[in-house]
């Protein structure tokens, strides 16, 4: 089972900001199936990002994933107000389990 | 609009069965896999299992293999998750999500591209 590690666990910015979230796996992600979701309080999570890269549909383009292997970030340049929330990265390659993160917290400062 | 639908919140006993509905709302509902995820309180999300809406084969996560059943209902384009034995720390928020891609490119493979609104199972004595 791959397990995917994300730093840091919160991150304090302010609106306007450029925030970089880390997620780190424990072996290598197969085709590069990394997706990226948000998640805001009592609410479901929002897919981001997939295949390490591609924007989800509707997602602005201030929101951008990359890397390869077993290290991927997602970058958020100018943060709104409606950025902060909780941010997940998650493996879904050929073989389950597919698994998650443990989330970053993205707060405003 | 695509959609997916849960049924209500859900208190019960340890030991008892809990089952949770999903209707999809929007598109073919047979051309997608569908997935159960979980987050119990403070703690990362956790996928449980799939099932091809279309064929009806399920795959489980090794953790809830024998405990978790699910199964499709396509002329209500609905799908049931059944997790049996409840423990306490079943006590979680389930979700259930589909696959962006559907089945004929992958059953596997594919990020969840919608989502449940999810439904809060209590397991309480």
């Known amino acids: 089972e791959i397990v995917l590690t994300q730093s840091p666990g919160t991150l304090s910015l302010s609106p306007g900001e450029r925030a970089t979230l880390s997620c780190r796996a424990s072996?290598?992600?197969?085709?590069?199936?990394l997706a990226w979701y948000q998640q805001k309080p009592g609410q479901a999570p929002r897919l981001l990002i997939y295949g390490a890269s591609s924007r989800a549909t509707g997602i602005p383009d201030r929101f951008s994933g990359s890397g390869s292997g077993t290290d991927f970030t997602l970058t958020i340049r100018r943060l709104e107000p409606e950025d902060f929330a909780v941010y997940y990265c998650?493996?879904?390659?050929?073989?389950?389990?597919?698994?998650f993160g443990q989330g970053t917290k993205l707060e405003i400062k | 609009q695509v959609q997916l639908v849960q049924s209500g919140a859900e208190v019960k006993k340890p030991g008892a069965s809990v089952k949770v509905s999903c209707k999809a709302y929007?598109?073919?509902?047979?051309?997608?896999?569908m997935h159960w995820v979980r987050q119990a309180p403070g703690q990362r999300l956790e996928w449980m299992g799939w099932i091809n809406a279309g064929k009806g084969n399920t795959k489980f996560s090794q953790k809830f293999q024998g405990r978790v059943t699910i199964i499709r209902d396509t002329s209500a384009s609905t799908v049931y998750m059944e997790v049996s034995s409840l423990r306490f720390e079943d006590m979680a928020v389930y979700y259930c999500?589909?696959?962006?891609?559907?089945?004929?490119?992958?059953?596997?493979?594919?990020?969840?591209?919608?989502w449940g609104q999810g439904t809060m199972v209590t397991v309480s004595s």
């Open positions: 999500a589909r696959s962006r891609v559907p089945i004929t490119v992958t059953t596997d493979g594919s990020a969840f591209d919608i």
């Open positions: 998650q493996q879904y390659g050929d073989s389950p389990p597919y698994t």
């Open positions: 072996q290598s992600v197969g085709s590069n199936y």
């Open positions: 929007g598109y073919n509902f047979t051309k997608y896999v």
